[in-house]
């Protein structure tokens, strides 16, 4: 998440342009954590909390510590991530490295150039 950081902090022109913009704080809804998916409407929002990497982290940290993954009362998810969080945060972390890293770097040359 660091790399996306850096990268976004490198597009933004003034040292003040994040704390003028809210959007690029991440939603409630969109973290699977403490919020039931299952209250959520099905579409594009459900589907991208169900697959969100930051639940899949949290999620994977609760087991490694022997906290319950899934709260009493709650049935347990069924989806891909939920059922494999440790390999799904893993391969995701992975990916954004992949993704961000040399966007972030490319992005600090050409700042750094200028």
């Known amino acids: ?13 003034s040292v003040e342009s994040p704390k ?4 690029l704080a991440i939603p409630r809804i969109l973290r699977g954590q403490r919020v039931r998916l299952s209250t959520k409407p099905t579409g594009p929002l459900r589907t991208f909390a169900e697959w969100n990497p930051i639940s899949a982290v949290a999620n994977t940290t ?7 993954v899934q709260p009493p009362g709650i049935p347990p998810a069924t989806n891909w991530p939920a059922q494999h969080a440790a390999l799904y945060a893993l391969l995701t972390a ?4 992949a993704v961000f890293m040399p966007l972030a770097l490319a992005r600090y040359r050409r ?3 200028h």
């Open 20 to 23: 003028r913009r809210d959007d």
């Open 62 to 68: 609760r087991s490694l510590f022997g906290n319950p």
């Open 1 to 13: 998440m660091s790399w996306i950081g850096a990268w976004i902090g490198l597009l933004c022109r």
């Open 111 to 113: 700042v750094a150039s």
């Open 94 to 97: 992975l990916a954004i490295i």
